[in-house]
């Protein structure tokens, strides 16, 4: 294992970068941390990452980004962390774990915080999240019967990659949704564990924003009601 710093550029508001500080936490990798103000971003940052997202990583005298990439990497070079399982179908059931609450889930969050005042705009984000998510039970209970991570007791890349996306739905619906509560939750156990797993990591609750900073930024960002 190489031994040189790394410097993580990092927007404690951004549910992405909150993926790549989760994984350095959880390799217990040596760090710098360089917060960006994604309203107001530094010129020089753009040498960082021309595409000025975060997070990025300044590692073994070069620069890498995106979220994936970058939690990916870490599981590579902290290979005795485990954050993947050494079995290539498990490690393709965490990848496709990922990609499923990426594609089917988080997506509902941004259609809603961007279309909040078309019509059944509510409506759509509660039906099509909760039937993803009964989908995302069967997943889970595939892997293990029991939690409360993803692969059962083995905290993973895939609770690495989830955690900070439903903080932000779980905060939203109780916020701007009057407390509402997605009924696949409520009638899946395995499901109710692991996101209550998840949601009670260490480095996931040590490098959230908050509830209240979360909605906050978000309030002013997207123009929400409660």
Same mark, same amino acid.
């Given at each position: 294992? &190489?031994?040189?710093?790394?410097?993580? %550029?990092? @927007?404690?508001?951004?549910?992405?970068? *909150?993926?790549?500080?989760?994984?350095?936490?959880?390799?217990?990798?040596? %760090?710098?941390?360089?917060?960006?103000?994604?309203?107001?971003?530094?010129?020089?940052?753009?040498?960082?990452?021309?595409?000025?997202?975060?997070? +990025?990583?300044?590692?073994?005298?070069?620069?890498?980004?995106?979220?994936?990439?970058?939690?990916?990497?870490?599981?590579?070079?902290?290979?005795?962390?485990?954050?993947?399982?050494?079995?290539?179908?498990?490690? @393709?059931?965490?990848?496709?774990?990922?990609?499923? #609450?990426?594609?089917?889930? =988080?997506?509902?969050?941004?259609?809603?915080?961007?279309?909040?005042?078309?019509? =059944?705009?509510?409506?759509?984000?509660?039906?099509?999240?909760? @039937? &993803?998510?009964?989908?995302?039970?069967?997943?889970?209970?595939? *892997?293990?019967?029991?939690?409360? %991570?993803?692969?059962?007791?083995? #905290?993973?890349?895939?609770?690495?990659?989830? +955690?900070?996306?439903?903080?932000?739905?779980?905060?939203?619906?109780?916020?701007?949704?009057?407390? #509402?509560?997605?009924?696949?939750?409520?009638?899946?156990?395995?499901?109710?564990?692991?996101?209550?797993?998840? +949601?009670?990591?260490? &480095?996931?609750?040590?490098? #959230?924003?908050?509830?209240?900073?979360?909605?906050?930024?978000? +309030? @002013?960002?997207?123009?929400?009601?409660?």
């Amino acid at each position: 294992m &190489s031994s040189d710093k790394i410097i993580f %550029y990092n @927007a404690v508001i951004c549910p992405y970068a *909150q993926r790549a500080a989760i994984a350095l936490k959880e390799v217990g990798a040596e %760090y710098e941390t360089v917060n960006i103000d994604l309203q107001n971003k530094p010129d020089w940052y753009k040498d960082i990452n021309p595409e000025l997202k975060v997070p +990025a990583l300044n590692t073994e005298g070069q620069n890498i980004a995106e979220s994936l990439v970058i939690i990916e990497y870490l599981n590579d070079r902290f290979p005795e962390k485990n954050l993947l399982p050494k079995e290539p179908l498990k490690r @393709a059931y965490v990848r496709f774990a990922i990609e499923y #609450f990426s594609s089917k889930i =988080n997506s509902e969050f941004y259609k809603y915080i961007f279309n909040q005042n078309a019509e =059944n705009a509510r409506e759509n984000f509660e039906t099509n999240i909760n @039937a &993803s998510l009964v989908r995302f039970n069967e997943l889970l209970l595939q *892997q293990a019967k029991t939690g409360p %991570y993803f692969l059962g007791n083995d #905290f993973s890349l895939a609770d690495v990659a989830i +955690a900070p996306h439903f903080l932000r739905i779980d905060a939203l619906s109780k916020h701007f949704l009057n407390g #509402f509560e997605f009924s696949a939750v409520k009638t899946n156990p395995r499901l109710a564990e692991f996101l209550a797993g998840i +949601a009670d990591r260490p &480095s996931v609750k040590e490098t #959230f924003i908050g509830e209240d900073a979360f909605v906050e930024q978000i +309030a @002013a960002r997207y123009n929400l009601k409660k």
